[in-house]
C-alpha cells in the first residue's frame, strides 16, 4: 500500500501562487493514477486535478483549468500541484490521493484507495 504525505500549503493572497507536494512512499506509482482533491469546510470533496503516472495524460476540473497545474516528477516519486492566480473560492484542505485504476483518471474519491492526510490552502481577498 502507497503511503502519501503532502506538503506546501499556506496562506496567501488572492492572484498569487503556491505550489503543493505529495511524495508517495511503499511502492512506486508507475501504475496508478493521482489526484488531488479539495474539501472546504462544510462541503464535499472535490476533484480538482488527476494524471495517469504511466502516461502523464492529465484531467482537470473546469474551475481550475488554465491556473492549476498538475506535474511529476519521476525520480522522487512525488507529484505536485502548482496553483496560479488563486482565489479565494480555492480556499480548502487539498488532498493527494492514489489509485490501483491506473488507465483512467476518475473524478470519484470513491475509486481511490490511498489518501494523504491534507494540507490547507486558505487565499485571502
Known amino acids: 500500500q502507497v503511503q502519501l504525505v503532502e506538503s506546501g500549503g499556506g496562506l496567501v493572497q488572492a492572484g498569487d501562487s503556491l505550489r503543493l507536494s505529495c511524495a508517495a512512499t511503499?511502492?512506486?506509482?508507475?501504475?496508478?493514477?493521482i489526484a488531488w482533491f479539495r474539501q472546504a469546510p462544510g462541503k464535499e470533496r472535490l476533484f480538482v486535478a488527476g494524471?495517469?503516472?504511466?502516461?502523464?495524460?492529465?484531467d482537470y476540473a473546469e474551475s481550475v483549468k488554465g491556473r492549476l497545474t498538475i506535474f511529476r516528477d519521476n525520480t522522487k516519486n512525488t507529484v505536485h500541484l502548482q496553483m496560479n492566480s488563486l482565489k479565494p473560492e480555492d480556499t480548502a484542505v487539498y488532498y493527494c490521493?492514489?489509485?490501483?485504476?491506473?488507465?483512467?483518471?476518475?473524478?470519484?474519491?470513491?475509486?481511490?484507495?490511498?489518501w494523504g492526510q491534507g494540507t490547507q490552502v486558505t487565499v485571502s481577498s
Open positions: 490521493a492514489a489509485s490501483p485504476f491506473g488507465w483512467l483518471i476518475s473524478r470519484s474519491a470513491n475509486e481511490y484507495n490511498a
Open positions: 494524471m495517469r503516472w504511466i502516461r502523464g495524460s492529465t
Open positions: 511503499g511502492r512506486t506509482l508507475g501504475s496508478s493514477t
